[in-house]
């Protein structure tokens, strides 16, 4: 379903540019309290707004606000919240609806808007597609202030119970927070638990998100790994809803390894609903060859946590999530959340009294090959005969033995590429073929 303003999680892009301002903010606020009502909600629409830590956040937060008030809603500050949490609060508050402002794993110079419904679960590309229908040409009123809501503690307490009380005593963990929205959860919550916590990402002042630390930028947490003799680093991004691992040794691990141990423990421990894994297509071969091997099936989604999320609840399915480190647990949180995904894979290392470095191994990966070529224009794929043609060109090549995978992003102006193989030169030979079939014709920059 085709949408102007929506990508794969929400509405993003740089802040003051055409799309991402206080003007179109306030718009897409009153477009989101009008879509409530023409679904048949009744009664005061209450609506929680969290954002990140960007210095832009406070103003779009406003924005939002003021388009919500003018089309009937109530809107509610959550302040600086991870998106998870968030969702929980919408649950928890049986609010009407959540919006986090929030550009995720982007710059600081980067800003966005999600919304969640009253189960705490991102909106469908139809009902996105029935906010973009409903937004209006202006919004009237004034800014006016916002009533608060402290949803920290509920959040912290939940997500301490996820482990036994003491559980973490005697551990030394880096935590890097990305100088985002979880600094002033995660901390508190491993430190509840009894560990010994040593900070990276923890000082946010509005520019600094994501720059040079957190989920996207794990070198660092690697180094102070190995350097503290750490027994595990954690890193989340700017908005909490990601998570990477790194083990004793200072080896990073992406959300397929993850997912992988999670999945093999529940499957041995009987606790993998419908014994079923949901991925994406982003998600290694290696992933679905060991699921299946201990007697588990996988499904593929489209990329994006949403629609993992979507196919989850459809099946029933415990365990979902993103290579990218979008790891979902329902029982814990109706969304991507990387302090639970971090806490689970604790909770196997404590069960089964193994490192982080022996778990890993789980997961054989086959070998792949990632490119993202940042465009001037995002042209159709249809429009790209040479891109089409190598493509279809190296999957006949591979037959059963690979996959390409050739996909815009739905967040930014880049093209991903991905080529998995029998062997490390035939992925990169395949990749560099579509690269070159890419720059042909396209204006990469």
């Known amino acids: 379903m085709n949408r102007k303003f929506f990508g794969t999680d929400g509405v993003r892009g740089p802040y003051g540019g055409p799309v991402v301002n206080e003007t179109f903010a306030a718009r897409l606020g009153c477009a989101a309290a009008t879509w409530l009502r023409q679904t048949g909600c009744t009664g005061p629409l209450r609506v929680l707004i969290g954002r990140d830590t960007r210095a832009s956040g406070a103003a779009l937060e406003a924005a939002v606000a003021r388009g919500l008030r003018s089309a009937g809603a109530e809107p509610v500050s959550l302040g600086v919240l991870p998106t ?30 999600k919304f969640f419904g009253p189960r705490g679960v991102k909106l469908t590309d139809a009902d996105e597609s029935a906010i973009e229908a409903a937004l209006p040409e202006t919004v009237a009123g004034l800014p006016a202030p916002l009533p608060t809501l402290d949803a920290v503690s509920d959040y912290v307490s939940a997500m301490t119970a996820v482990l036994p009380s003491g559980a973490l005593a005697g551990w030394r963990i880096v935590l890097d927070t990305a100088n985002g929205a979880t600094c002033g959860t995660s901390p508190r919550v491993l430190r509840g638990l009894g560990a010994e916590v040593l900070g990276i990402g ?40 990601r998570c990477v691992l790194c083990d004793e040794r200072g080896a990073i691990l992406d959300g397929d390894e993850i997912l992988a141990i999670l999945a093999l423990h529940a499957l041995r421990c009987r606790k ?46 415990s365990l979902g999530g993103e290579s990218s480190g979008h790891i ?34 789980v997961l054989v990966k086959f070998p792949q090959a990632t490119m993202a070529l940042k465009v001037r224009e995002k042209k159709p794929l249809e429009q790209l005969p040479g891109v089409r043609s190598a493509t ?9 033995n ?13 093209l991903r590429l991905l080529v998995e193989g029998p062997t490390e030169q035939v992925v990169r030979e395949g990749i560099n073929r579509l690269e070159a079939a890419a720059r042909a014709e396209l204006a990469v920059v």
Do not use: F
């Open 84 to 113: 998870p949490a968030v969702a929980r609060s919408v649950v928890r508050q049986k609010a009407a609806l959540g919006v986090v402002i929030t550009a995720s794993h982007n710059p600081a110079e980067d800003n966005g808007i």
């Open 202 to 241: 923890d000082a946010p002042d509005g520019r600094n998100i994501n720059l040079g630390v957190g989920s996207e930028h794990p070198a660092a947490l690697a180094a102070r790994v190995a350097a503290e003799n750490a027994r595990i680093g954690i890193a989340h991004d700017g908005d909490g809803d």
């Open 272 to 317: 993998l609903e419908k014994r079923t894994l949901v991925v994406t297509v982003q998600s290694n071969l290696g992933v679905d060859a060991v699921v299946s091997a201990a007697g588990g099936r996988v499904l593929r989604t489209s990329v994006g946590d949403r629609y993992v999320i979507e196919r989850m609840l459809a099946e029933g399915a």
């Open 328 to 361: 979902i647990c329902p029982q814990y949180s109706p969304t991507g959340d990387g302090l639970v995904a971090a806490l689970k894979v604790i909770e196997v290392m404590v069960s089964t009294g193994l490192p982080l470095s022996d778990l890993r191994r």
């Open 392 to 400: 279809a060109t190296l999957e006949k090549e591979l037959g059963v």
């Open 402 to 414: 690979g996959r390409v995978l050739v996909r815009w992003s739905g967040t930014e102006a880049k």
